[in-house]
């Protein structure tokens, strides 16, 4: 079966001011989105590998969710490694602002751990949960030693952290060098800013520097994708077809979602991501898997938590 690598960091949320009238309420967040948004979406002869690891506190619990997915590789399991697990404190001040306060350290990933990793894998998913999943080098290294499509969420590159543990937006250093390692790429809204002003700017930099599908999410409104000539599938990433030059016509439009009554929006950016390249590998062009993804990202907005959104995503479970 091909297989997809899925990389990211499993972190113990703690949620304040979701529902104003609720406790704080307490689960796993971060890339245990992204897992049950590839877990539902995934074509039925694919299978997912986790690059993830998990700290010693964590690990059982962190196996114990694992199980809950049904497309694994067979023996999957995340990496313990001997330091505390990452911890999010989310605090919303509405529905869609929020603050972020990072604890753990589960270390990022070095290129003499991945490359035997990726070795035998078809596909990869990377979501910078905290952002320090890998440096600039490895995701270079990554590109030059993998040859199959590569999507990556770049959400918390832009997050700077304090020595209080809070994430506050920042622009992204480097940004064409780390745009250049991979073949599709998620940012939101307020991540375009602080790249440039002009979103046919940030898209015409992360094309130039062969990108091929750019999608921005914007929240309620949907997402905005931008993708290079003759960029159709995936296939064409490595056919004769997909310019060489953003000189052609390249695709833009916004993908309108459908209406919902919103409970949660935690985790909606990682199960869009995850869906839509879920969908890319089906063979989905770029506008249809985004609406999968939207669709996705607006059922896990009706959902609260991980634990059981995989089942839900599929059908098999009505909301909580």
């Known amino acids: 079966m091909p297989r997809v690598g899925v990389l990211g960091s499993l972190v113990w949320d703690e949620i304040h001011g979701r529902d104003p009238l609720a406790a704080p309420v307490e689960e796993w967040g971060g890339i245990a989105y992204a897992l049950a948004g590839m877990d539902a979406a995934l074509p039925t002869d694919w299978e997912i590998v986790p690059l993830i690891k998990v700290g010693q ?11 809950t997915l049904e497309r694994l590789t067979p023996g999957a399991r995340p990496i313990t490694v001997p330091t505390p697990n990452n911890r999010v404190t989310l605090r919303y001040e509405s529905a869609e602002r929020r603050c972020e306060q990072l604890t753990g350290g589960v270390p990022g990933w070095t290129w003499a751990e991945l490359g035997p990793m990726v070795a035998d894998l078809d596909a990869l998913y990377v979501n910078f949960i905290s952002g320090f999943e890998c440096c600039l080098w490895t995701a270079q290294q990554l590109r030059r030693g993998f040859a199959g499509p590569i999507y990556a969420d770049l959400h918390s590159l832009f997050l700077g952290l304090g020595a209080d543990g809070f994430r506050t937006l920042q622009p992204l250093p480097d940004a064409a060098t780390w745009f250049s390692c991979f073949d599709a790429i998620q940012i939101n809204e307020e991540e375009l800013q602080q790249l440039a002003a002009d979103p046919l700017v940030v898209a015409a930099e992360a094309l130039r520097s062969g990108v091929a599908l750019l999608t921005v999410t914007v929240g309620p409104r949907g ?14 990433l490595r056919g004769p077809t997909l310019g060489s030059h953003v000189d052609g016509a390249i695709r833009t439009a ?25 969908r890319l590998l089906a063979g989905d062009t770029p506008i249809t898997a985004i609406e999968a993804a939207n669709h996705a990202a607006a059922r896990n907005a009706t959902f609260r938590g991980a634990s059981s959104l995989a089942r839900m995503l599929r059908g098999d479970l009505v909301r909580a």
């Open 57 to 67: 506190d964590l690990a059982p619990e962190a196996a114990e969710f694992f199980r």
């Open 254 to 278: 916004r993908v309108a979602p459908p209406a919902i009554d919103a409970v949660d929006p935690t985790g909606c950016g990682d199960v869009f991501g995850a869906t839509c390249f879920a």
């Open 223 to 236: 997402a905005i994708y931008f993708t290079r000539p003759g960029f159709e599938t995936l296939a064409d």
